[in-house]
């Protein structure tokens, strides 16, 4: 029976001999005889060989001879008398990678290799995905720490089977990129470090931890609030995401005591409340920006409402109307998209945390002192749905895009309006833009844009329906794709609020009656 970190071994030794082929790198391993993971490595690295004569295993006397500036040594085990009694004459290969799941590597081996990487035994994976960068950025001594999803080998730690395996360093670096989630949910880190606040208060009022480091624990956290807003600290993007961010820089600032943060919590639920906590306070933003534009659109109605404007149906003149009379009628589609974010934020507002991964937990946690701190209404009832609900992002995000459609059937009015055919309203040259040919023209861009930028906003509600469509309970990776959806979903609406404001009131006027309409 194989241990779990002989088989982290096996994973590395694998990644690392098809990242050297990949480099075009020369490359020698020697081990341990005595290694219990030499049997599933000398078996898999022979099926990856296929034809080739080569024998890439080397002894220990032959791996003290050689002198290849262009080649990468794997050690496997530190025990191996080459590394420990002759380090010196290892220093002609460009890269010696020591694969050691003791963690008792010598100062003087890491002293002596030119390259060392110090894979421990349940994190040995990100190596395959780093080392080329490191290789060629940072000859100096380095340990990796990863979570083992990366690797890009797949290994069944009870068979000892090679199931699966990415075959070049691109192809792992991509992986792990498409992995990681901190670009996409560092918009979160208010709400990431409001709800730790909020646990590390529950933790203290029940007991779980001591008052003090309950204290500690909220000092830190308020410290690293400030220092992200100021700009003093910067998110480090190469962490998986922004709750690691966190709690590793806690860990950094106040030591072990940032490890109890985690307790009675898991980054399923964490993340489920995230971005509850910042869909609610985006949208209150987008429920703003709309009340401003009724507001605006009223205002403009009132100041038009003597002037005639011709009423169309199949886009052609039917009926006399006011100007005031149709805008308001903008402001009518505008009012229900109102009542529809709020319908979508009501449901929303209930409290994941304490979901945990999928079935809570056994710590005596107080989930309704958290929700309430955190200001939802109630808690999730149910902690698989807790984790896995995303039909807040899929109401918001078809909320968000019928407010879309409704600015896009504004625009469409405003261009045909500033026309020279129809000549109905003129336009700021703020938010027209000309031709470098054709000096007369002025075209409606920002009402293009926005027109425009409708359809992605639907993109992104058909993302999120699709994503979720085939997903067992509870959570899944695929989930990770939701936050790209509705961050681009808020952010392309609130930037077209933004400009649909101005424009409506100070730059959108009504041309003198005309006597042929």
């Not at 590597?105 to 349940?122: D, G, R």
């Not at 624990?217 to 400030?226: C, K, P, Q, V």
């Not at 009012?335 to 079935?359: E, H």
């Not at 939701?482 to 392309?492: N, P, R, Y």
Request: hydrophobic share 40%; charged share 25%; aromatic share 6%.
């Amino acid at each position: 029976m194989y241990k779990r970190q002989d088989a982290d071994c096996v994973g590395a030794a694998l990644g690392i001999y098809r990242l050297s082929k990949a480099l075009n790198k020369s490359t020698y391993i020697v081990m341990d005889k005595d290694c219990p993971a030499i049997e599933p490595i000398v078996d898999g690295i022979y099926r990856e060989r296929a034809d080739e004569e080569e024998d890439i295993f080397v002894t220990n006397e032959e791996a003290m001879l050689l002198k290849d500036k262009s080649a990468m040594l794997i050690v496997v085990d530190v025990n191996v008398p080459a590394m420990t009694e002759c380090p010196e004459l290892l220093k002609s290969i460009s890269t010696i990678v020591v694969l050691d799941h003791h963690r008792q590597s010598n100062e003087t081996i890491k002293n002596a290799v030119v390259s060392y990487v110090e894979p421990y035994a349940s994190s040995t994976c990100e190596m395959v995905a780093e080392i080329l960068q490191y290789i060629v950025d940072k000859p100096k001594l380095k340990n990796i720490e990863a979570d083992a999803m990366y690797s890009g080998i797949l290994v069944d730690t009870d068979n000892f089977v090679i199931k699966a395996g990415v075959r070049t360093f691109e192809a792992a670096a991509y992986l792990r990129r498409a992995g990681a989630d901190v670009t996409r949910v560092r918009k979160m880190f208010r709400e990431d470090i409001s709800g730790s606040v909020a646990h590390a208060a529950m933790l203290a009022k029940q007991g779980i931890i001591t008052t003090d480091e309950g204290q500690t624990l909220i000092e830190a956290l308020g410290g690293i609030l400030e220092d992200l807003e100021s700009g003093k600290l910067c998110i480090d993007p190469t962490c998986e995401d922004i709750h690691t961010f966190v709690e590793q820089t806690l860990i950094a600032r106040i030591g072990d005591t940032g490890k109890k943060l985690h307790t009675a919590r898991s980054r399923n639920d964490q993340v489920a409340l995230d971005l509850r906590m910042y869909l609610r306070r985006k949208s209150g933003e987008i429920i703003s920006l709309l009340c401003q534009l009724l507001d605006v659109l009223c205002r403009r109605a009132e100041e038009t409402k003597a002037d005639i404007l011709p009423g169309y149906t199949h886009l052609q003149r039917a009926q006399p109307i006011t100007f005031g009379h149709h805008l308001m009628a903008y402001a009518m589609m505008f009012r229900r998209d109102i009542t529809r974010i709020g319908d979508a934020l009501r449901r929303m507002n209930c409290c994941p945390i304490g979901s945990c991964a999928l079935a809570g937990t056994t710590f005596d946690t107080d989930r309704f002192y958290e929700a309430s701190a955190l200001h939802f209404d109630s808690v999730c009832e149910n902690s698989m749905d807790g984790v896995s609900d995303r039909d807040f992002c899929i109401e918001l995000a078809s909320a968000f895009a019928t407010v879309m459609m409704h600015l896009s059937r504004f625009s469409e009015e405003i261009i045909l309006w500033s026309s020279w055919e129809f000549q109905f309203v003129s336009l700021s040259d703020a938010y027209t833009t000309g031709s470098s040919i054709m000096p007369q023209k002025k075209n409606s861009d920002m009402a293009e844009l926005v027109r425009g930028k409708t359809g992605r906003v639907y993109g992104d509600l058909l993302t999120l329906l699709t994503m979720l469509k085939g997903l067992p309970l509870a959570y899944n990776k695929d989930m990770q794709e939701d936050k790209e959806a509705i961050f681009d979903s808020v952010d392309t609406l609130e930037m077209c609020l933004k400009v649909f404001v101005p424009v409506s009131y100070t730059h959108l006027r009504a041309h003198e009656t005309r006597h042929d309409l």
